[in-house]
């Protein structure tokens, strides 16, 4: 069964930063990361394939970088200048082939 686990999101301040990982149970093509906000709908973040190339969501470029190491088949998600509208639950995705699999999720709220 593939898992993907999630870690270091919590509470932090406007301004402040967090980072976020997301370690695989088996490697993935694509890997990315996912939000939602109450009464909102799920929302890319970022998303980095194997070879590296990125890409951000509007709100987050220039604030958020994502990262990634194989050999760990584990993904990074830095998050810096937080604001209170990137509170949300943060989900990791990693598709291999037709597969998609999902992390549980880690809150990130950030007060004003």
């Known amino acids: 069964q593939v898992q993907l686990v999630e870690s270091g999101g919590g509470l932090v301040q406007a301004g402040g930063s967090l980072r976020l990982s997301c370690a695989a149970s088996r490697s993935m093509f694509t890997m990315g990361w996912y939000r939602q906000a109450p009464e909102k709908q799920r929302e890319l973040v970022a998303s980095i394939s194997t070879g590296g190339t990125t890409d951000y969501a509007d709100s987050v470029k220039g604030r958020f970088t994502i990262s990634r190491d194989n050999a760990k088949n584990t993904v990074y998600l830095q998050m810096n200048s937080l604001e209170p509208d990137d509170t949300a639950v943060y989900y990791c995705?990693?598709?291999?082939?037709?597969?998609?699999?999902w992390g549980q999720g880690t809150q990130v709220t950030v007060s004003s």
């Open positions: 995705k990693g598709t291999y082939g037709p597969w998609n699999y």
